[in-house]
């Protein structure tokens, strides 16, 4: 009797054309039930075997019927809208969006998700860089996108692609083999500190010094910045609260939105001086809740305004280009440098953990290192020179008879009394041999 094959296990044969087919069963139809039949080819029956092996086990693993309904650019227009839009800030979700429509799909979004690899992906990343720009402006400086971006859709590619996995739609995440480029450091720049007070009389000057002085004294974002109102200012305990940011709707439209981070959501404490300027600017206009309300509207700044405002500062203290956020740079370099704890400086910030902060200014970091590498070895040196200055005034005030009785008794140790007891001792064992020697005698008589 033959032996019937257990269920899913395939069957092979061999096909006129003289190579060897192995069937299996994929998968049934929701709708009609019926079996979904797939097929390997090899020219060997063991290379057919293998074949069938390995299709019979990510069958198992793969919702076949399922795979087959996208390509790339389907999957990712589904997982876009099902799973990363309503969970996303609006500007988060629009450069996913512009990734997915104008750069991924175009190229690559017609490859079947279940064939796709990760040289699909590498020469997608590789064609980016080279050809990557869309603006004929910016075609003729540059042509290619910059590492940053490409390593974004990366980034954006492996989280649907491992989402693609989770609901067996592939075996696995070709995102994985992948070799997205490395993001270049740049040297960090800071407003000098000697440069801070022709920065902040520049300012004044154009009536935005208050903004600009918590600023430097607080690293806070643009978004933030221009977010705060007068109810966030504590001037008992002369904290800001930072609860909200600048961003957009789902509309596109400026809104006022949630931190990107529970981190973010923080008190800072700021100094008298701060708290001063910043109820002198509230008694300009007492009725208004913005803490920085536009001159032109009243209502809250557009982060790309404080920035432009920023440019002006620069040309008008004849400064050198810094950008915006380079001001919470220089916050955190300066507060580093001048003693406060990275712990302190971090959650002033609102970052993550210590550890990125440590990250982040290396540079201070390391030139503390020096410093207190410097200060250890002053310290250590200092001890040991108290140290030989105590063993001299030890030696100085013992009395001289104590020193010569001292040099006396090692003499005597050395040359009188140790060799005596050494020649007692050898005196003893002779007499011992002799009075054994004795014994042995008296015994040979008998």
């Not at 040297?187 to 430097?216: N, W």
């Not at 607080?218 to 008992?236: F, M, N, P, T, Y």
Request: with cysteine.
């Amino acid at each position: 009797m033959a032996k019937k094959r257990a269920n899913g296990e395939g069957n092979i044969r061999k096909r006129k054309d003289g190579r060897w087919e192995g069937r299996y069963t994929a998968g049934y139809d929701e709708k009609t039930g019926k079996r979904l039949i797939k097929n390997v080819l090899g020219k060997t029956q063991a290379e057919v075997k293998e074949k069938l092996a390995k299709a019979v086990a990510e069958a198992e693993s793969v919702d076949v019927r399922r795979a087959d309904e996208y390509t790339l650019g389907t999957w990712l227009q589904t997982w876009y809208e099902l799973y990363a839009k309503p969970h996303l800030r609006f500007s988060t979700a629009e450069y996913y969006r512009r990734g997915i429509e104008l750069h991924i799909t175009p190229r690559i979004g017609d490859i079947p998700l279940k064939k796709l690899t990760g040289r699909d992906l590498q020469w997608l990343y590789k064609d980016l860089q080279e050809h990557g720009r869309l603006r004929e402006a910016q075609k003729g400086r540059q042509p290619g996108l910059s590492d940053s971006t490409i390593r974004g859709i990366h980034t954006m590619l492996h989280n649907a692609l491992a989402r693609a996995v989770k609901e067996r739609l592939i075996l696995r995440n070709p995102a994985n083999d992948c070799v997205p480029p490395k993001i270049p450091k740049h040297e960090m720049k800071i407003l000098p500190p000697e440069q801070i007070k022709s920065y902040l009389t520049a300012a004044d000057q154009r009536g935005v010094l208050p903004m600009f002085y918590l600023e430097l004294i607080s690293g806070l974002r643009k978004g933030e910045l221009v977010a705060l109102q007068w109810s966030d200012l504590d001037i008992e305990n002369k904290t800001i609260s930072v609860s909200k940011q600048a961003g957009r709707n789902s509309a596109g439209e400026p809104d006022i939105t949630r931190p990107k981070t529970e981190n973010s959501i923080r008190k800072i404490s700021i100094p008298q001086d701060a708290v001063d300027l910043l109820a002198a600017e509230h008694q300009k206009h007492p009725s208004n809740p913005w803490m920085f309300p536009s001159p032109k509207t009243g209502e809250m700044y557009h982060p790309d305004s404080v920035v432009n405002i920023h440019k002006k500062i620069l040309k008008d203290a004849g400064l050198e280009h810094l950008r915006f956020h380079d001001l919470r740079h220089t916050f955190a370099t300066l507060a580093l440098q001048n003693g406060v704890d990275v712990k302190t400086v971090s959650s002033m910030l609102g970052h993550f953990d210590a550890g990125f902060t440590l990250r982040t200014y290396t540079h201070v970091t390391r030139q503390m290192q020096e410093s207190a590498a410097e200060k250890m070895g002053n310290f250590m040196a200092q001890v040991m020179k108290n140290k030989r200055a105590a063993e001299r005034m030890r030696y100085i005030s013992s009395p001289p008879l104590f020193g010569h009785f001292a040099v006396w008794v090692t003499v005597w140790v050395r040359q009188i009394r140790y060799p005596k007891i050494r020649t007692n001792k050898r005196e003893n064992r002779r007499k011992s041999y002799d009075f054994h020697r004795f014994l042995e005698l008296v015994a040979g008589l008998e």
